[in-house]
């Protein structure tokens, strides 16, 4: 049994609260089997913490977040805070978190179950099988870079600015996280920007290839122009292993390779920081599915994503890797045999509520103890 660990579970909003239950019974069961013993605190983020406190994020939360060896994270945002200012918003919360945490590296896994091939919006014969890891930079790029902000121009009218940085620093680092899980997949990654119109595109592709050259010629590396990696994402999937990429082109493309594999409710993801002098590092997990207002309070959510992010957490935050497997291996089953939420329907099945998945998962789990 592994010692005492520390988790910071921030449920938010929407479905968050729900599929983080089951979550929690998730990890209630390893500590019932004496697998790990977790110190587990929980507190509000997003909209539930704009209606208590008044900001998405309060210090004293962003203080835990930084305390602990890990932060599970829900979903945050609704319709009724879309009017506030972007400081006050609840996805302020998740982008100060991702910050302030240094956690630049957003491993966006997408990878499609056998039993929900026809789940998939493409052929069966292009997705199955699918299996792509798309390394995501998540500090930096446009949704970070200065000067920003909506200016009044002398004619009354206004401008809107982001800017698009990237330094050599960012670009290595999150290369290397790239190139080192290639080298445990099968060596290949896709470097992606848009290098034919925008200098730090250019820097992108440079620094990627002298990286591969200096420190990782035994791996594969090809480049892509982001819109051309959007068609053939669509077109063929199955040609990539690693993709990495940029703040703003990860955001869109993980949201496309996640529709390829039937379901955003399925799909988990870790964002990792440095690893430290004392061998700490940050680590924040969400499933990649937002909070769903519209069957929010349903009991319809798919918990899968939240609690295939807490086997991602126990991966590489805590190296349970065996405990990790034993849950992905649980979900498979659960799908396997049938086991259904409403968003991946299968013929003459009965939808499972939130609830009975994390029943149908639990039994699993117990078969496996
Ligand atoms: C994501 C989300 C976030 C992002 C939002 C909620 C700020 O779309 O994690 O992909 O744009 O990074
Ligand atoms: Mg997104």
Redesign the pocket.
Known sequence: MIANKTILMLPGDGIGPEVMAQAKRVLGWLQDTKRASFTITEDLVGGAAVDVHGVPITEATMEKALSVDAVLFGA??GPQYDKLSFDIRP?AA??RL?KDLGVFA?LRPAKVFDALVDSSSLKPELVRGLDIMIVRE?IGGV?FGEPRGIETLPDGTKRGVNTEVYTTMEIERVGRVAFELARKRNNIVCSVEKANVMESGLLWRQTMQALRDAEYPDVTLSHMYADNCAMQLAKNPKQFDVIVTG?LFG?IL??LAAMLTGSLGMLP?ATLGAVDASGRRHAFY?P?H?SAPDIAGKGLANPLAQILSLALLLRYSFDMEEDAAAIEAAVERVLATGGRTADIPAEGRERLSTAQMGDALLAELAKSA
């Open positions: 945050v945002g996805e998740l982008l991702r957003n998540c949704y703040n955001d993980s949201d993801s969400e990649i937002g």
